[in-house]
C-alpha cells in the first residue's frame, strides 16, 4: 500500500510539472520554432499562401523577432493563463512566422 501511495504522488507531481511547463511562453515558442520545416513543407500551406518552401523558410527566420516580440506584448508575464489562452498564441505566433497575418 505504501508503495502505491508514492507512485500516485510521484505521478501526479510527474503531471503537475508537465501542465504547468505547458503553459509557460518559452517553452510554448521554443516549440513552434522547432516545427519549421515542418510548417514550411506542408504544401496546402505553401498553396494557400502562394510561396515555395525557400520562401517561407526565408519569411520565417526573417519574421521570428517581431513575432515573438509582439507575442510577449499581448500575453505579458511567463505563463498563459489557460490552455486556451495558449493555443490561441501558439496558433497566432505560428500564423505570424508564415505570413498568415
Known amino acids: 500500500m505504501k508503495y502505491i501511495l ?15 511547463s505547458l503553459l509557460k511562453h518559452e517553452h510554448m515558442i521554443n ?3 522547432s516545427k519549421q520545416t515542418e510548417m514550411c513543407s506542408h504544401q ?9 518552401s525557400a520562401e517561407c ?12 516580440s509582439a507575442l510577449k506584448s499581448r500575453y ?4 498563459f ?3 486556451e489562452e495558449a ?12 505570413g498568415r497575418t
Open 44 to 52: 496546402g500551406m505553401l498553396d494557400y499562401q502562394k510561396m515555395t
Open 81 to 83: 493563463s489557460s490552455k
Open 31 to 33: 516549440i513552434i520554432l
Open 6 to 20: 508514492i507512485l500516485a504522488v510521484l505521478i501526479g507531481g510527474y503531471y503537475y510539472y508537465q501542465k504547468n
Open 57 to 68: 523558410n526565408s519569411q520565417f527566420t526573417a519574421s521570428i523577432e517581431r513575432c515573438v
Open 87 to 98: 493555443d490561441a498564441a501558439g496558433s497566432s505566433l505560428a500564423n505570424c512566422l508564415t
Open 76 to 79: 505579458p508575464g511567463s505563463k
